[in-house]
C-alpha cells in the first residue's frame, strides 16, 4: 500500500470524523471509534462507509 503522507494526515473517517490507522497488512485504513475498516485498491483509499468492512467488537471476546 502506498498513500501520500501527507492525505493521510486529514483523512478522517466518513462516518464518525475520528482519526484513521493504517493496516498495510491487510490494506485498509481502520477507524477504531466506529470499528469499519476501509479497503485501499490499487493504492486508491475507498471512504465510503457501504463499502467499509466491520471489524470485530474487542469486548465481545473479553472475559466477563
Partial sequence: MNLDPALLEIL??????????VDADADE??????A???????????MLV???????DPAA???G
Avoid: G, H
Fill in 12 to 21: 478522517v473517517c466518513p462516518q464518525c470524523r475520528s482519526t484513521l490507522f
Fill in 29 to 34: 485504513l481502520v477507524c477504531n471509534a466506529c
Fill in 61 to 63: 471476546n473479553a472475559p
Fill in 36 to 46: 469499519l475498516a476501509y479497503p485501499v485498491r490499487d493504492d486508491i483509499a475507498i
Fill in 50 to 56: 457501504d463499502e467499509a468492512r466491520s471489524l470485530p
